[in-house]
């Protein structure tokens, strides 16, 4: 029983690995309360249209395939300004923009994202050509900031479940190998939160496990969690799919909201005291949107487990608590 445990668990960290680094490079009002109604402003022939920022990447091809078939019209931008799509896409090209973005660049992020309603932040750093300080945290900083000069309503960003854990085994192993990426990926999040501080625009950070290409499983068998304590599998095709909607939904349910998702079955804890010390999983709802309902906002998440297996608050011995 042990040896399997620890085979999966081994399996999780390597998947882990393989989406972290792995990914392809390419590219003063008050906020909006939860389950606002929001209209997408549209462009063209009356669709919102939504970027795709590191739209030749495994993750973010497939979120570009996602929005050509929701309401929205997806511009998928690239660095070299070609989008390939994902191997056997059926996806009527016709039905997507395609532009080119350099995430390291203001200027060109200006330039790519006019006329935007949303934007999806997919891209990661390329091994051996950029580095994590530069993508995955400072293209998102910019990226971010030009969101908010522009007025565009979403930011929605593709990061990794374990960013806030550098301890755990996961934690330790990316950042040892991948150049402090989780470090950095963490420095963009919290920019980004403290952008969008009294912004109109809104964000919602989407930290997935480990990334496979296994066919999608649908809403109903995945969890969403927060806290960042725990971790598992997922496949691509249904992190992009909960990024359309997370970027189209008429609601923006979920908006200022930063979670963890993964196949509900391969749910591990980070560490094993986190085992069961969470109120923040959702799951179960065949629905993407009441999934992001059911989600608190940022400032309503405080209660997690730390490093250590006690706390102060163990010890509070009939303190008044908060």
């Given at each position: 029983?042990?040896?399997?445990?620890?085979?999966?668990?081994?399996?999780?960290?390597?998947?882990?690995?393989?989406?972290?680094?792995?990914?392809?490079?390419?590219?003063?009002?008050?906020?909006?309360?939860?389950?606002?109604?929001?209209?997408?402003?549209?462009?063209?022939?009356?669709?919102?249209?939504?970027?795709?920022?590191?739209?030749?990447?495994?993750?973010?091809?497939?979120?570009?395939?996602?929005?050509?078939?929701?309401?929205?019209?997806?511009?998928?931008?690239?660095?070299?300004?070609?989008?390939?799509?994902?191997?056997?896409?059926?996806?009527?090209?016709?039905?997507?923009?395609?532009?080119?973005?350099?995430?390291?660049?203001?200027?060109?992020?200006?330039?790519?994202?006019?006329?935007?309603?949303?934007?999806?932040?997919?891209?990661?750093?390329?091994?051996?050509?950029?580095?994590?300080?530069?993508?995955?945290?400072?293209?998102?900083?910019?990226c971010a900031k030009v969101v908010l000069e522009k007025g565009i309503e979403r930011?929605?960003?593709?990061?990794?479940?374990?960013?806030?854990?550098?301890?755990?085994?996961?934690?330790?192993?990316?950042?040892?190998?991948?150049?402090?990426?989780?470090?950095?990926k963490l420095k963009g999040e919290e920019k980004v939160k403290e952008l969008f501080e009294n912004a109109e625009s809104t964000y919602t950070i989407v930290r997935p496990g480990g990334l496979t290409m296994d066919p999608p499983v649908g809403f109903a068998e995945l969890q969403f969690n927060q806290g960042d304590t725990y971790v598992g599998n997922v496949p691509r095709a249904d992190v992009a799919a909960v990024c359309a909607v997370a970027a189209t939904d008429p609601l923006n349910s979920g908006a200022n909201k930063t979670f963890e998702m993964f196949k509900a079955r391969t749910r591990e804890p980070l560490l094993p005291w986190y085992r069961g010390k969470t109120r923040y999983v959702v799951g179960n709802i065949r629905d993407c949107s009441a999934m992001l309902a059911r989600l608190r906002p940022d400032k309503e998440v405080y209660d997690v487990p730390g490093m250590l297996p006690i706390s102060l608050a163990d010890f509070a011995l009939g303190w008044a608590r908060k």
């Open positions: 029983m042990k040896m399997r445990m620890w085979d999966q668990f081994a399996s999780m960290c390597l998947a882990v690995v393989t989406c972290t680094i792995g990914c392809a490079f390419t590219g003063g009002m008050p906020p909006r309360q939860r389950g606002e109604h929001l209209v997408l402003k549209a462009e063209g022939a009356g669709r919102p249209v939504v970027a795709v920022l590191g739209a030749n990447g495994r993750t973010g091809s497939m979120i570009v395939e996602a929005l050509a078939r929701s309401p929205a019209k997806p511009r998928a931008l690239t660095r070299s300004g070609k989008w390939k799509g994902s191997e056997g896409s059926k996806v009527n090209r016709e039905d997507v923009e395609v532009g080119q973005a350099d995430v390291t660049d203001s200027g060109s992020l200006a330039l790519a994202l006019a006329g935007v309603s949303a934007v999806v932040f997919a891209a990661a750093y390329s091994r051996g050509k950029t580095e994590p300080k530069d993508v995955d945290n400072g293209g998102l900083v910019k930011l929605v960003v593709v990061s990794s479940a374990s960013v806030t854990r550098p301890y755990a085994p996961v934690g330790v192993l990316l950042n040892t190998i991948g150049s402090g990426v989780l470090s950095e």
